[in-house]
């Protein structure tokens, strides 16, 4: 099956920091999602994002599709950005998603 | 719109004992799935429904059970609990296979 890499596994920053996670796939992917696990547990989805590139206020992603990974950007990171950044993708020959073991992100005020 | 919600949200079974875990969604969402999320592990799929009527084995599937008889439900069923089972438990419902995933608030389950 598809392999999922995500880097770096643990990260702390101070408040007002700006962030780069990485999730390198192994295969052709017909999905790319990334979730946002909360100190709760609460998973929202953040970007359904195959290819291209979106922004949604202070986070945006990146997807190189030709070259099997994506980015995921936070700008002046805040303490409720804490949380594990999950990367998840569908390969081209199946339907369902395989996960990454995720990026403990940690904003210290 | 409650959106996905899972019934119970804690649970402590002993060894071979039984239980059903409850999904429901009501976004009329035709792709529901059942993970299992393990201590600095990512989310593995146990098993997940393309619609009312069917279910397919994800990649940890061995000691579970599940039924899609409405669209709206998908239950999860341990019939033999093992300590190996205790894990935290999240449903997840999409509109189409690449759709975004919506997940549910978890159930905890500790099997002792």
């Known amino acids: 099956g598809i392999q999922v890499e995500q880097s770096p596994p643990d990260l702390i920053l101070q408040e007002g920091a700006n962030s780069t996670l990485r999730c390198n796939f192994s295969?052709?992917?017909?999905?790319l999602q990334w979730f946002h696990q909360n100190p709760w547990g609460q998973l929202i989805n953040l970007f359904y994002i195959p290819s291209g590139t979106k922004q949604n206020g202070r986070l945006s992603a990146t997807t190189v599709a030709t070259e099997r990974y994506s980015l995921l950007y936070i700008s002046s990171s805040q303490t409720t950005d804490s949380g594990v950044y999950f990367c998840a993708v569908e390969e081209t020959s199946g339907s369902r998603l395989t996960f990454g073991e995720g990026t403990q992100l940690t904003v210290n005020p | 719109n409650a959106g996905v919600t899972q019934t119970p949200k804690f649970r402590v079974l002993k060894t071979g004992q039984s239980m059903t875990l409850l999904c429901a969604q009501d976004?009329?969402?035709?792709?529901m799935y059942w993970y299992r999320q393990d201590p600095g592990m990512g989310l593995r799929l146990i098993h997940y429904s393309v619609g009312e009527g069917t279910t397919a084995k994800g990649e940890v599937p061995d000691g579970y059970n599940v039924s899609r008889l409405k669209k709206q439900n998908f239950l999860l069923g341990l019939e033999s609990a093992a300590p190996s089972q205790t894990s935290v438990y999240f449903c997840?419902?999409?509109?189409?296979?690449?759709?975004?995933?919506?997940f549910g608030p978890g159930t905890r389950l500790t099997v002792t």
């Open positions: 976004m009329n969402h035709e792709y």
């Open positions: 997840a419902s999409s509109y189409s296979p690449s759709g975004g995933l919506n």
């Open positions: 295969d052709s992917v017909n999905n």
